[in-house]
């Protein structure tokens, strides 16, 4: 649910204000109404701005230098501009090492060809009057008269490229690449490599524990600029008023902390009004929701919190993101291994708890699915001899057991759509909902006729299933059919011409119609990838099983175990990446859509002390 928000307006006397903004800050609740024009221009503001950016770069450089199962210093004294320059330093030597490894790297590589020269004894035959000449060429440009004339000598044959060497008293010229020999062989170079590697590990153990001792210490410095930047754009959020005597700043607070925020004010003797905010103001969004439902935000959070005025879709989009998951992955031993990963996750690292908490419900719907269609691990229980499951798999969701019953069409398919109507038509309601909360009943009277409509539609439609439906029924079902069309051709914009509405209506209801089609559709898929996945899954089982039907049951284990591995691994892999993200499109297209989901809302940032104090 949407936090309900309490608008507050501020008079205060300019020499009392800074005061008055520090005390506002330690109470921490009130979110201040920004102005955005006066902080876009603002030269001061835009280089803390960049400061906290590049406070954050920083961080993130030095998140890998963290040591597993330690925790880094307290926040100790520091001075905030001397961690970023030695840390800077810190990342300059490393990437100077790096880049000294590489090049060197590559040219023990180049040297690689010519073998174990002495760059001592080459001298002395320079010395003596010899000029020695290194070539490269294709093998086909060279002449073995070179050999001859020039006292060609080949050194290495890599390829179909030669490399040879020359060997006269003067300097000559031959249709051949010219190489420059470096002082150091390939092997003194190599060793240059592991020296350099060493000094490479020694700095990165530097960087460790400088990180250790500092990792916090860049934590507060970046909170205590945000602190900053906060504070400023408070000031340029103000209007000055009586010749600039008199500061005006406007806010939003949660309605349960008015009374914290109300003490502060009447304590300091603050002029303030408070207001309900009005549906045209851009209030913040704080979402306030129960265990469950608090886990599935992130994913409201993705596409757009909900502006003031409309109603909280996160309760309602949980359970069906959760049973869509399910669906879509549909193998109860995939369920399985992420309700163990995720568990094990949870407790080994709580900062992922709430990302684990929600993998343990997703896989867990996955197990309840693969429970009820008998699938487990690409294994179609319904197809096993096992004595242990005779007595329930006549009870699967399968086609085998179901699909004569509902005209031949596949049961998971036939879920896939029932549960893609029903969340259509409940995203229906919960726009008349909240049409009737913003507007009134009237400007909500034609989404409820359709709703109202379709329901009836679904209701003439139980003959065709068997149920048998008095005569009295249908009428009263036509006549229900007969009202509801006229309202959605009549009335569907309260106070205009009928025959606006008549026009309105009948081109609402081609696109209606239709999207309603498109959209009952889309749910098939979370059927079709449900089925993709099990038998792909079936695939690589039978793979391992075929292709390793000739080997000796000594070895044949590993290559069984190697094919299940990778096959799974990589099944298991697609199938989770499908069922968040077409979950998330009927999501975000079908179910917002049909509940007139608005969104826009900004969220609420209280205007609040963030570092800690030494």
């Not at 440009?141 to 390829?159: L, M, R």
Request: hydrophobic share 45%.
């Amino acid at each position: 649910m949407i936090v309900k928000m309490k608008k507050y307006v501020f008079l205060v006397y300019h020499k009392h204000y800074t005061d008055f903004l520090e005390k506002l800050r330690k109470v921490g609740v009130l979110h201040v109404a920004e102005k955005a024009e006066g902080i876009a221009d603002n030269d001061q503001l835009r280089d803390k701005m960049q400061l906290s950016a590049k406070i954050k770069k920083t961080l993130t450089e030095a998140t890998p230098f963290l040591l597993p199962n330690t925790t880094p210093q307290e926040v100790s004294t520091y001075e905030g501009a001397e961690l970023l320059k030695t840390w800077d330093a810190l990342q300059a030597e490393k990437n100077r090492l790096q880049q000294v490894i590489a090049a060197t790297q590559k040219e023990a590589e180049r040297m690689q060809v010519w073998g174990k020269y002495d760059s001592e004894k080459l001298a002395k035959l320079a010395k003596n009057g010899y000029v020695l000449q290194f070539f490269c060429c294709p093998k086909r440009n060279f002449q073995t008269e070179w050999e001859s004339d020039f006292n060609a000598f080949i050194i290495n044959e890599i390829g179909s490229n030669l490399y040879f060497v020359t060997v006269n008293h003067t300097t000559i010229t031959l249709d051949a690449e010219a190489v420059t020999l470096n002082a150091r062989n390939s092997k003194q170079l190599q060793l240059d490599v592991e020296a350099q590697n060493l000094l490479l590990t020694a700095h990165q153990a530097k960087m460790e524990a400088w990180v250790h001792g500092n990792f916090n210490n860049l934590e507060n410095f970046a909170l205590q600029v945000e602190e900053t930047i906060d504070f400023q754009k408070v000031e340029l959020s103000t209007t000055p008023e009586a010749e600039e005597k008199v500061m005006l700043l406007e806010g939003f607070c949660p309605q349960a902390n008015e009374g914290k925020l109300n003490a502060m004010l009447e304590a300091e003797g603050v002029y303030y009004k408070v207001f309900e905010p009005k549906i045209d103001e851009d209030v913040p969004i704080k979402l306030k929701n129960n265990f469950f439902t608090k886990l599935f935000e992130p994913i409201t959070e993705l596409y757009s919190l909900p502006n003031y005025n409309e109603i909280d879709l996160t309760p309602y989009l949980a359970p069906f993101f959760m049973l869509f998951f399910g669906l879509c992955l549909g193998d109860g031993g995939y369920g399985l291994l992420i309700l163990i990963a995720a568990t094990i996750v949870k407790y080994k690292f709580p900062k992922f708890k709430s990302v684990a908490t929600l993998a343990q419900f997703l896989g867990g719907a996955t197990v309840v699915v693969g429970l009820l269609t008998g699938m487990f691990f690409g294994i179609s229980l319904e197809s096993v001899t096992w004595p242990w499951l005779a007595n329930v798999k006549n009870y699967f969701i399968t086609s085998n057991n179901y699909a004569a019953k509902l005209g031949g069409y596949d049961p998971m398919m036939v879920v896939a759509v029932a549960v893609g109507l029903f969340q259509i038509l409940f995203a229906m309601g919960l726009k008349v909902v909240k049409t009737t909360i913003q507007f009134g009943f009237k400007y909500a009277a034609a989404d409820c006729a359709w709703l109202i409509i379709i329901l009836d539609g679904l209701a003439l439609l139980l003959p065709v299933l068997g149920v048998a439906l008095p005569q009295t029924v249908l009428y009263v079902l036509y006549g229900i059919a007969a009202v509801c069309a006229f309202v959605i051709l009549f009335y569907n914009s309260p106070g205009k011409n009928p025959f606006v509405n008549l026009g309105s209506g009948l081109w609402g209801t081609y696109g209606t119609v239709s999207g309603l089609l498109g959209d009952v559709l889309s749910y098939i898929r979370l059927f079709a990838l449900g089925l993709a996945g099990g038998i792909l899954g079936g695939v690589f089982n039978m793979l391992a099983i075929s292709l390793t039907a000739d080997m000796s049951p000594f070895v044949r284990w590993l290559p069984m175990l190697f094919i299940l591995l990778f096959g799974h691994s990589l099944n298991i892999l697609l199938c989770i990446i499908s069922s968040i993200v077409h979950p998330l499109r009927l999501t975000f297209v079908e179910f917002y859509k049909n509940a007139g989901f608005e969104g826009g809302g900004h969220p609420y940032k209280p205007f609040k002390t963030k570092t800690t104090k030494l």
